[in-house]
């Protein structure tokens, strides 16, 4: 069975820029989280989406954002980009939002912001 | 406020030993912890989890060990391999928070030949 797919993989933008990553989660997984990893801040949460709706929100500006659709996929969009967000976005998919459902990790996008 | 930290941001074992790698976190409400792997290039990778109502669960090679009196966690890895050189993340999570885990700084493990 596939994994969490993430993409693009890779990504440059230069500052001011705004960006969209998406994720695909495993068949049959409804809920979705996103993280930012950065070398100085270690893996921090963004937010969790299940059903469509955003259930949990880390503490990032509002200028990061994202939205879940029917068939699960989620998307993250970051506006008015800043070198600060150059960081892996990773995204795991479960079952369902309970922390001891088993989450499972796409690659990550990897976002340069020059 | 809310904190899971790692002792040891680097730790090299020869390979056949057995690691040890430790964790401390801040929240004893957190009732949840799972142990991941990173390697380069990937994303986490699920390992071993317990729930606050346990202090000791085993999987394949290793072993996980939460000590809720000092707030701590740790990994054994036995008979380490060069494989599992990686970065290892512990997280926590409680249950009234859904979908959201909070994870330490990482550590990363060599392993010699």
């Known amino acids: 069975k596939a994994g969490v797919t993430q993409t693009p993989r890779y990504l440059i933008k230069t500052r001011g820029q705004q960006v969209t990553l998406s994720c695909s989660p495993i068949?049959?997984?409804?809920?979705v989280s996103w993280y930012q990893q950065t070398p100085g801040q270690g893996l921090q949460f963004l937010f969790e989406y299940f059903s469509e709706t955003q259930r949990n929100k880390g503490n990032f500006p509002g200028r990061f954002s994202g939205r879940q659709f029917s068939n699960s996929r989620s998307e993250m969009n970051v506006s008015t980009l800043e070198l600060g967000d150059s960081a892996l976005y990773l995204c795991?998919?479960?079952?369902?939002?309970?922390?001891?459902?088993?989450?499972?990790f796409g690659q990550g996008t990897r976002l340069t912001v020059v | 406020g809310e904190s899971v930290g790692l002792h040891l941001p680097t730790l090299s074992v020869q390979e056949g030993d057995n690691s040890i790698i430790n964790c401390a976190y801040s929240n004893s409400a957190s009732d949840y912890f799972i142990w991941y792997k990173q390697e380069s290039g990937k994303g986490p990778q699920f390992i071993i989890d317990?729930?606050?109502?346990?202090d000791k669960r085993q999987g394949q090679r290793v072993t996980v060990l939460l000590n809720k009196t000092v707030k701590h966690l740790s990994l054994q890895i036995a008979a380490t391999q060069p494989g599992d050189s990686a970065v290892y993340f512990c997280a926590e999570g409680r249950s009234s928070n859904t979908g959201k885990l909070i994870f330490g700084q990482g550590t990363t493990l060599q392993v010699k030949p």
């Open positions: 317990i729930r606050s109502n346990m």
């Open positions: 795991a998919s479960s079952r369902d939002p309970s922390p001891d459902t088993e989450a499972f």
């Open positions: 068949s049959g997984h409804r809920s």
